[in-house]
């Protein structure tokens, strides 16, 4: 328990400072969008006020896409919130497939992200008993490792292999160099206390990481 | 005087840099540094208006690249993030250093001291 306090504040709080200034750096892009927009609209009308005639469909076009950024603020907000919210409890219940789609959305704020190809079974969701926000922290490490691998071009494809006591979410379509140390120092430390394993795919084609559907801890399910 | 803008939010680049013609500054867009690199072969600008994070390349990066094909160009770097090592760096390499949500009227004068500055 005590390892995992400490990891809470060594690695946890950065994690949380890393997702927060992500977030307002996309929050601003999106209202820098707004205001230029609505500074546009502004523009035609005052050329207008002065004899030109008012350009409608850029108007139009302008309106609609203040619509779509704050659509896109709407959406960043969301998950800026389930991010928050997943601090809520030390040890829960999560859906995996959730807690996967929330990281990909949050890595995508990355100025290096590459897209994302995330293959989910048609199976029944696999819920997994663990640290919520310590695994989010590892899954976004990794993903943040895939993006470097493989650039803004390339995409990543994630999939999931589910065994009876554990699942593997499998990263692949890149390749890493025999120098290239997996995992990372602050992946290892937090694998270490969620009793996950990771490892290179054969060939270094990728990277895995299996995850007890149940951690043991001095908590159980259902307790806060 | 002609400027160039650099930026992957294309909305947002799209329509400062017709602000910018509006206003008789004569402007072209970039959506990719890979694409601001490819107009710097046929066309020549006073002044680059950089976002310092977009995929690829960061806003210094293309700087220091733009720089080495033309000693004369000036820069500008435009932020959403604000953290300090940003503020450091970006303050160093360029004549300003300006956050997101931007207003127009000092990126003119942002613009226009830039443009009067010596080589």
Same mark, same amino acid.
């Given at each position: 328990?005590?390892?995992?306090?400490? *990891?809470?504040?060594?690695?946890?709080?950065?994690?949380?400072?890393? $997702? &927060?200034?992500?977030?307002?750096?996309?929050?601003?892009?999106?209202?820098?969008?707004?205001?230029?927009?609505?500074?546009? $609209?502004? !523009?035609?009308?005052?050329?207008?006020?002065?004899?030109? =005639?008012?350009?409608?469909?850029?108007?139009?076009?302008?309106?609609?896409?203040?619509?779509?950024?704050?659509?896109?603020?709407?959406?960043?907000?969301?998950?800026?919130?389930?991010?928050?919210?997943?601090?809520? &409890?030390?040890?829960?219940?999560?859906?995996?497939? !959730?807690?996967? !789609?929330?990281?990909?959305?949050?890595?995508?704020?990355?100025?290096?992200?590459?897209?994302?190809?995330?293959?989910?079974?048609?199976?029944?969701?696999?819920?997994?008993?663990?640290?919520?926000?310590?695994?989010?922290?590892?899954?976004?490490?990794?993903?943040?490792?895939?993006?470097?691998? +493989?650039?803004?071009?390339?995409?990543?494809?994630?999939?999931?292999?589910?065994?009876?006591?554990?699942?593997?979410?499998?990263?692949?379509?890149?390749?890493?160099?025999?120098?290239?140390?997996?995992?990372?120092?602050?992946?290892? #430390?937090?694998?270490?206390?969620?009793?996950?394993?990771?490892?290179?795919? =054969?060939?270094?084609?990728?990277?895995?990481? #299996? +995850?007890?559907?149940?951690?043991?801890?001095?908590?159980?399910?259902?307790?806060? | 005087?002609?400027?160039?803008?650099?930026?992957?939010?294309?909305?947002?680049?799209?329509?400062?840099?017709? /602000?910018?013609?509006?206003?008789?500054?004569?402007?072209?867009?970039?959506?990719?540094?890979?694409?601001?690199?490819? +107009?710097?072969?046929?066309? /020549?600008?006073?002044?680059? +208006?950089?976002?310092?994070?977009? =995929?690829?390349?960061?806003?210094?990066?293309?700087?220091?690249? *733009?720089?080495? #094909?033309?000693?004369?160009?000036?820069?500008?770097?435009?932020?959403?993030?604000?953290?300090?090592?940003?503020?450091?760096?970006?303050?160093?390499?360029?004549?300003?250093?300006?956050?997101?949500?931007?207003?127009?009227?000092?990126?003119?004068?942002? $613009?226009?001291?830039?443009?009067?500055?010596?080589?």
């Amino acid at each position: 328990m005590e390892k995992f306090i400490e *990891l809470l504040f060594e690695e946890g709080l950065s994690f949380f400072g890393q $997702i &927060n200034a992500s977030i307002s750096h996309e929050l601003k892009n999106i209202l820098a969008t707004v205001s230029e927009t609505s500074g546009l $609209i502004s !523009d035609l009308i005052e050329v207008s006020e002065n004899g030109k =005639p008012l350009d409608i469909q850029a108007i139009k076009n302008s309106s609609r896409e203040i619509g779509e950024e704050i659509q896109r603020g709407f959406l960043t907000i969301k998950q800026m919130n389930t991010f928050a919210h997943s601090v809520d &409890n030390s040890f829960g219940e999560i859906t995996l497939t !959730d807690t996967i !789609d929330l990281v990909i959305n949050l890595s995508q704020f990355l100025s290096y992200a590459s897209q994302v190809e995330f293959f989910k079974q048609e199976s029944s969701p696999v819920k997994v008993f663990t640290c919520p926000f310590l695994l989010q922290d590892l899954l976004y490490q990794a993903i943040s490792f895939a993006y470097k691998l +493989i650039g803004h071009k390339g995409v990543v494809r994630i999939s999931l292999v589910n065994e009876e006591k554990e699942t593997t979410i499998v990263f692949e379509n890149m390749h890493l160099d025999e120098e290239k140390p997996f995992p990372e120092a602050r992946m290892q #430390k937090i694998a270490e206390v969620l009793g996950i394993t990771m490892a290179t795919l =054969p060939n270094r084609t990728g990277f895995f990481i #299996k +995850i007890p559907l149940t951690i043991k801890t001095m908590y159980k399910r259902g307790e806060k | 005087m002609k400027v160039l803008l650099v930026d992957d939010q294309t909305q947002f680049v799209s329509v400062l840099t017709r /602000r910018l013609n509006m206003r008789g500054i004569d402007s072209v867009c970039a959506f990719s540094p890979d694409e601001a690199l490819k +107009i710097v072969e046929t066309t /020549r600008f006073d002044i680059a +208006i950089l976002d310092m994070k977009m =995929p690829g390349l960061s806003g210094i990066e293309l700087r220091r690249l *733009l720089h080495q #094909k033309d000693q004369n160009m000036k820069f500008i770097f435009l932020t959403g993030h604000g953290s300090e090592v940003d503020f450091k760096v970006g303050s160093a390499e360029a004549s300003f250093f300006l956050p997101k949500p931007l207003n127009i009227d000092k990126l003119i004068e942002a $613009i226009n001291e830039t443009a009067s500055e010596k080589p």
